[in-house]
């Protein structure tokens, strides 16, 4: 019997589906991902309201979707939703891939995707050797601060004390949304000059979520942050109508559309929050280190060049 490699994966939303995508490629699985994301879209659409739920209830739809006797189907599971008002959501269990017809695949070796809600953190207590999560949370949890600012994913594995862990960054996915700049007109000379260098010289408030604290931190580096207070946005409000209170902040931007209707203008792009590959090296095999080449590639502008 061949050797199944455990991985850990979002159970939910894009990250996952950028997974499902490597998979796609990589493992030539295209309607087993397809199948999944058209499942947990449908799920995410019954549960915003924007589709109408006129059919079986939740555990009847759960009972339809999972395969339970075939670990070659998905599974799929239900996850709490805290949110007032908000059911349970349908999200993404786990599935084996077989890695049968891939060249130089070990004989009858396997894959398991197993979704977990922060699989980074799995990967740092020894659950898994391989898993995807977003880079954010490495930032958020490991990466050192410096006085000199992180700009890139490349150089998160620097910043990582592998006294603190041994998980390190393979590669990225390359679905790529940054943590932007965004200030008020009134706030800065021009459109231009909202960058790092315009922060070194600044001093008053700067708005962000709670959360991203440590991450702005490492992002602009700890000198670029003297004179600089956070400001957090009041409880039920929009981020980016607290940062046009504040007049400048960071903000995680898909399109800036949004900040547009604030009346914000868009600096500079600081850090790409983009779902990553990690490997806990601790926790390496040969299957091991074969299923992180095969998902790894060699063609990806965002691949990093991991020491070994």
Do not use: W
């Given at each position: 019997?061949?050797?199944?490699?455990?991985?850990?994966?979002?159970?939910?939303?894009?990250?996952?589906?950028?997974?499902?995508?490597?998979?796609?490629?990589?493992?030539?699985?295209?309607?087993?991902?397809?199948?999944?994301?058209?499942?947990?879209?449908?799920?995410?659409?019954?549960?915003?309201?924007?589709?109408?739920?006129?059919?079986?209830?939740?555990?009847?739809r759960l009972a339809d979707y999972s395969t339970v006797d075939d670990p070659t189907e998905p599974e799929y599971t239900?996850?709490?939703?805290?949110?007032?008002?908000?059911?349970r959501r349908i999200v993404f269990d786990s599935v084996t891939v077989p890695l049968e017809g891939i060249v130089d695949a070990p004989d009858d070796a396997a894959v398991q995707l197993v979704g977990r809600e922060e699989p980074f953190r799995s990967l740092r207590t020894h659950e898994f050797a391989l898993g995807f999560d977003s880079a954010d949370l490495v930032l958020e949890e490991v990466v050192?601060?410096?006085?000199?600012?992180?700009?890139?994913?490349?150089?998160?594995?620097?910043?990582?004390?592998?006294s603190d862990t041994d998980v390190q960054v393979v590669t990225g996915l390359g679905d790529t949304v940054y943590h932007t700049l965004l200030?008020?007109?009134?706030?800065?000379?021009?459109?231009?000059?909202?960058?790092?260098?315009?922060?070194?010289?600044?001093?008053?408030?700067?708005?962000?979520?709670?959360?991203?604290?440590?991450?702005?931190?490492?992002?602009?580096?700890?000198?670029?942050?003297?004179g600089?207070?956070?400001?957090?946005?009041e409880e039920g409000r929009e981020e980016e109508a607290a940062i046009a209170d504040a007049g400048l902040g960071v903000y995680l931007t898909v399109t800036g559309s949004t900040a547009r209707d604030h009346g914000l203008l868009l600096g500079e792009q600081l850090f790409p929050s983009e779902t990553v590959l990690l490997e806990n090296t601790a926790e390496t095999t040969e299957t091991i280190e074969f299923v992180r080449s095969l998902l790894n590639g060699?063609?990806?502008?965002?691949?990093?060049?991991?020491?070994?």
């Open positions: 019997m061949g050797e199944t490699i455990p991985i850990a994966v979002p159970r939910k939303g894009r990250p996952l589906e950028s997974v499902l995508d490597r998979l796609a490629e990589r493992l030539d699985v295209p309607d087993l991902a397809d199948d999944i994301t058209s499942t947990l879209r449908h799920e995410k659409a019954l549960t915003k309201g924007t589709l109408d739920a006129d059919e079986a209830d939740v555990y009847h239900l996850l709490r939703d805290d949110r007032a008002g908000k059911p050192e601060l410096r006085p000199e600012p992180l700009g890139r994913i490349a150089d998160v594995n620097a910043r990582i004390d592998p200030a008020t007109p009134e706030a800065v000379p021009s459109a231009e000059s909202i960058d790092r260098d315009f922060l070194e010289a600044y001093e008053g408030p700067l708005c962000i979520e709670p959360r991203y604290e440590r991450l702005v931190q490492a992002v602009l580096g700890t000198r670029t942050l003297d600089i207070d956070f400001h957090y946005p060699t063609d990806l502008e965002t691949e990093l060049a991991v020491g070994r």
